[in-house]
């Protein structure tokens, strides 16, 4: 059974830096390609960085490049996304996404079928 669980979210001012964590459980990091997803009310879900299997590609999102940063720690089981000069626009729930392997990273909400609860984050 598949869980994943998100941490990290909270509320900072426009030009800080969060960190979020997704631990996984039932499943092993390096033989899932893994995502961060976010979704306002007022938009669909969307992709924002995507790191494949084992590690060795990434994928971000044209809005949070050369600013977010996402890494896999396997030891932990664990998926992070370091964010930095963060922008109000950044402001959206955050979710943890995981597929078993996968041809090709990608930010697609379709491309991923575990999903964890999200996690607010906020920059005001």
């Known amino acids: 059974h598949v869980q994943l669980v998100e941490s990290g979210g909270g509320s900072v001012q426009p030009g800080g830096s969060l960190g979020l964590s997704c631990a996984g459980s039932?499943?092993?990091?390096?033989?899932?390609?893994m995502a961060w997803f976010r979704q306002t009310s007022a938009k669909e879900r969307e992709g924002v960085a995507a790191?494949?299997?084992?590690?060795?590609?990434?994928v971000y999102a044209d809005s949070v490049k050369g600013r977010f940063t996402i890494s896999q720690d396997i030891a932990k089981n664990t998926l992070y996304l370091q964010m930095n000069n963060l922008e109000s626009e950044d402001t959206a729930t955050y979710y943890c996404?995981?597929?078993?392997?996968?041809?090709?990273?990608?930010?697609?909400?379709?491309?991923?079928?575990?999903w964890g609860q999200g996690t607010q984050v906020t920059v005001s």
């Open positions: 996404a995981a597929v078993f392997r996968c041809t090709g990273v990608r930010l697609e909400v379709g491309q991923y079928n575990f």
């Open positions: 790191i494949s299997a084992g590690g060795g590609n990434t």
């Open positions: 039932g499943l092993t990091v390096s033989t899932y390609c």
